[in-house]
Nanobody, 122 residues
Framework: QVQLVESGGGLVQPGGSLRLSCAAS????????MGWYRQAPGKQRELVAT???????NYADSVKDRFTVSRDNTKNTVDLQMNSLKFEDTAVYYC????????????????WGQGTQVTVAS
């Protein structure tokens, strides 16, 4: 129903920057939350940043002063600007789209991209 495609991952030195992009297609409900999650080897997948269709943003404490999430509702895209990257930012980053339920008969839905590797190394 919904497809998500990420781009922009790669190898960067500590202190450098990367910009991740995610494009959504398919049956997209206009009122949704999009965001980024990441998973390092042997670790649980964790929230990085989310942004609602109205522009309300949540960041993980570990990235709040360094990362910026944004979206374009006309293009159904969400971006993540990552600055001052650290070794511990190394992970696979996943794009997420969350559809809310507005009635008791509806079920919330989550869609995920395939992931893009971000490696921070000297």
């Amino acid at each position: 129903q919904v497809q998500l495609v990420e781009s922009g991952g790669g190898l960067v030195q500590p202190g450098g920057s990367l910009r991740l992009s995610c494009a959504a297609s398919g049956r997209i409900f206009s009122a949704n939350t999009m965001g980024w999650y990441r998973q390092a080897p042997g670790k649980q997948r964790e929230l990085v940043a989310t942004i609602t269709s109205r522009g309300r943003i949540n960041y993980a404490d570990s990235v709040k002063d360094r990362f910026t999430v944004s979206r374009d509702n006309t293009k159904n895209t969400v971006d993540l600007q990552m600055n001052s990257l650290k070794f511990e930012d190394t992970a696979v980053y996943y794009c997420n789209l969350h559809k809310p339920a507005f009635t008791v008969e509806q079920t919330t839905e989550d869609y995920w991209g395939q992931g893009t590797q971000v490696t921070v190394a000297s």
